[in-house]
């Protein structure tokens, strides 16, 4: 896809984020608010008990995290404006079927969502499996069947462990399967410093992410550029 494809894709689209206090939701709203401001709303659902808390928990664990610093220097006095013209909090949790939303809410919701991308999940690999299954199973039926509600419905992201795509055959060698975890480290290992952010993740400027990651800059390095 050309270069700003994705970004594009974007434009004028209401978009359902689940996850997005984790490490690669609030990358992902970040980038989307960046590369695309033109997004007309970005619903973010988060465990909280009122919408007063949930606006809180967004303010301070998403949009409070250093990783906005480019964005408030972007839009100075206007950056609390712009997020909240962009950002609206949902309290919910995905292990509740329809999110534990009032009937008008969910109603509400699926006529305006075009894009859902479901990140909510534990990480735990030594979760109990209760609260496992609660979670990254019976959370993703709950989204799929919201999906299903949706008017103008496009597209469903879904972000997963590659552990569920190890149940056949692979004829790539151990480092080649192992090279998005290796990218993905990486990313963890730098995400403290603030230049990271204004250099390294830069959407034009990949190179030393790829030589630090060996990644196939014309396959690996895609889920970065957009």
Known sequence: ??????????????????????????????????????????????????????????????????????????????????????????PGDVTHENFGLESYDILQLSQKVDIIVNGAATTNFMERYDVALATNTTGVVHLCQFAKQCDNLKMVLHVSTANVLLGGIYTKNYYELNRGYNILMTVAKLYAPYVFFKGWFDDTNLRKLWKATAMDQNDDASIFNF
């Open 1 to 90: 896809m050309e270069t700003g494809g994705i970004a594009e894709r974007f434009r004028d689209k209401t978009i359902l984020i689940t996850g997005a206090t984790g490490f690669l939701g609030k990358l992902l709203v970040e980038k989307i608010l960046r590369v695309q401001p033109e997004v007309r709303k970005l619903y973010l659902l988060v465990r909280a008990p009122d919408a007063i808390a949930a606006e809180e928990r967004v303010l301070t664990e998403v949009v409070g995290n250093g990783l906005f610093d480019v964005l408030r220097e972007q839009y100075g006095a206007g950056f609390h404006s712009f997020i909240k013209e962009k950002i609206y909090a949902l």
